[in-house]
């Protein structure tokens, strides 16, 4: 229900135009001109789908409520509409909590997502544990490019994200009964891995980002865009699944005895996969003890 709730004022949020995203804009943390001008703005020509490693070698604000790493983009104004969809990767028990600052040709913010703006998101069979957000955002007409600045916060590193044991996500997804096993914790870091998807689109109800018409007031320097073409940051090589919880693993190898018994060998398979990916060390021997018994 409350999932449902979030949804709903995101769309209104999203419908309400540029007057709402300028009061948005009010509330995110303020950042100097000169800051963002000494930032360096990856381009981001849509579609693509670029992932950011941030870590202690990442640009860092550090400007009032802003800490840990930031990264900054920058995205053509002159195609449509833009859909983002931001991810925050879990990793381990830690995770990223974005906010995004959205601002014009004329580095003026238009419009902010706070870190509630990109919830929890629990595992699915190609997904893993993230916080997630779409923006929908229009430019201006007579634009050439915006920019998207992501960052945390002193307050986002204080909290923590709920997730979902991965064992209950599972028993969900197949229709099992969900076991009563506790759900873990992730802190939130200064630093992370995020990917961005961004798509060019010709809808309505997106953010407008800039004035509609041109202002009389002289506009900043532009900041300096290093390279005319986007490559993508390789992805960090997949690490090892951590270690399952016990009693996930517990979860998991009774469910494997049980299809066994029922004679239902492809379903036990598709539980020695899942618990394997989430790293169970005993589901295999489980499969194979019970198979021969």
């Known amino acids: 229900m409350k999932k449902t709730l979030l949804s709903l004022c995101l769309s209104l949020s999203l419908i309400a135009g540029a007057q709402a995203a300028q ?3 009010a509330a ?3 950042i100097s001109a000169q800051t963002l001008h000494s930032l360096t703005w990856t381009p981001l020509v849509p579609p693509i789908t670029q992932d950011v490693v941030l870590n202690t070698s990442t640009t ?3 400007q009032g409520e802003i800490q840990g790493a930031a990264a900054a983009f920058s995205l053509p104004a002159d195609r449509g509409s833009l859909e983002i969809v931001l991810t925050s990767l879990v990793t381990g028990k830690t995770v990223y909590a974005p906010n995004v600052l959205v601002l014009d040709e004329q580095m003026r913010p238009a419009a902010f997502y706070p870190a509630s703006y990109f919830p929890y998101q629990p595992p699915g069979l190609v997904s893993s544990d993230r916080l997630e957000g ?9 634009q050439k490019q915006i920019y998207l600045l992501v960052y945390t916060t002193q307050q986002d590193l204080q909290a923590t994200t709920q997730m979902v044991n991965p064992a209950k996500a599972y028993a969900a997804g197949v229709g099992n ?9 992730a802190r939130h870091t200064p630093g992370g891995t995020l990917s961005l998807k961004v798509t060019a689109e010709q809808k309505a109800g997106n953010v407008m980002i800039g004035q509609l018409f041109p202002s009389s007031d002289p506009a900043p320097a532009a900041p300096a865009v290093v390279g005319n073409s986007v490559r993508p940051e390789s992805a960090p ?3 090892p699944a951590e270690p ?3 009693e996930s693993d517990a979860y998991f190898n009774e469910a494997i005895k049980n299809a066994i018994k029922a004679g239902d060998v492809d379903k036990a398979l598709k539980l020695l996969n899942e618990a394997e990916r989430l790293g169970s060390k005993t589901a295999r021997k489980t499969f194979i003890d019970s198979v021969k018994h």
């Open 244 to 246: 399952m919880l016990a």
């Open 23 to 25: 009061q948005d804009a």
């Open 60 to 62: 860092r604000i550090g």
């Open 177 to 185: 009964a969900v076991p009563d096993i506790p759900d873990p914790v």
């Open 28 to 30: 995110a943390p303020k």
């Open 134 to 142: 779409t923006l929908k955002l229009t430019p201006a007409l007579g």
């Open 237 to 239: 090589p997949a690490k």
